[in-house]
Nanobody
């Protein structure tokens, strides 16, 4: 019903920048919360940043001041601008959508993208 497709990952040197994009498609009227999570090898998946359709944001302490989440509600898209990247930011980054309204009173949570690899290394 819902597909989330991420793009923009890659290899970057410490201190560099990357911009991730995620676009949702399917039978969707609106999405309440879109955001980014990440999972490093051997670690649990963790929240990076989320944004509601009204513009309220939530960031992990580890990325505050370096990462910025934004959305284009009309395009059902969410973005993550990552600056001052550190080796510890290396992970697979996943896009997530919650509060997806399909119309006819149907709302559901927990849609995930396939992930995009971000590697920060010199």
């Amino acid at each position: 019903q819902v597909q989330l497709v991420e793009s923009g990952g890659g290899l970057v040197q410490p201190g560099g920048s990357l911009r991730l994009s995620c676009a949702a498609s399917g039978r969707i009227f609106s999405i309440n919360v879109m955001g980014w999570y990440r999972q490093a090898p051997g670690k649990q998946r963790e929240l990076v940043a989320t944004m509601t359709s009204g513009g309220t944001t939530n960031y992990a302490d580890s990325v505050k001041g370096r990462f910025t989440v934004s959305r284009d509600n009309a395009k059902l898209s969410v973005y993550l601008q990552m600056n001052s990247l550190k080796p510890e930011d290396t992970a697979v980054y996943y896009c997530k959508a919650d509060g997806v309204w399909h119309g006819m009173g149907q709302v559901d949570d927990g849609w995930w993208g396939q992930g995009t690899q971000v590697t920060v290394s010199s």
